[in-house]
């Protein structure tokens, strides 16, 4: 029985079933992407320096495509999508600031109430924090 199983194992690495699950490209070839998120449907990608990109793999028109929705020329290491009160979204980008070029923003918000990226970072002390890696999460009175 142990003959049986070393024969079938050897068997299935010999074959290409192995070889099926190799990485496919997936859209913004030639881009640096720093961060992934996953909300509603959508899959958002930062990248650095190229902007924030939105992908809707269930959508059978925009399927096929990356939309840009801006950031370019920022630096993004963090994505959050996120809901805002009962029916509403947005997103909340971190970033990491390139002060040789004079930038100092570390996060920037935009949502369907205010359909564009406004700087959010201004409680944050910039000589402490250079970085935003990540978000956790923001509290929802629905929950």
């Known amino acids: ?8 194992i050897i068997f299935l690495l010999s074959t290409e079933i192995i070889f099926a699950q190799q ?11 720093t961060a992934l998120a996953y909300y ?4 958002y990608a930062g990248t650095d320096g190229e ?13 096929k495509f990356w939309n840009e929705l801006g950031l370019k020329g920022v ?17 909340t980008i971190g970033t990491e600031p390139d002060k040789s070029a004079g930038d100092s923003v ?26 935003i890696h990540a978000f956790d999460g923001f509290h929802d009175p629905r929950i």
């Open 1 to 8: 029985m142990k003959t049986i199983h070393i024969i079938l």
């Open 23 to 33: 990485l496919e490209p997936y859209g913004l070839q030639g881009k640096t992407v």
């Open 75 to 91: 630096r993004i290491r963090s994505v959050y999508p996120h809901d805002i009160g009962p029916i509403g979204w947005g997103i």
């Open 40 to 43: 509603n449907g959508a899959l």
């Open 106 to 131: 570390l996060t920037y918000c935009w949502s369907v109430y205010h359909p564009q990226w406004v700087v959010s970072d201004s409680n944050l002390d910039r000589s402490k924090i250079s970085v």
């Open 51 to 63: 902007g924030l990109f939105v992908h809707n793999p269930y959508d059978s028109i925009t399927s």
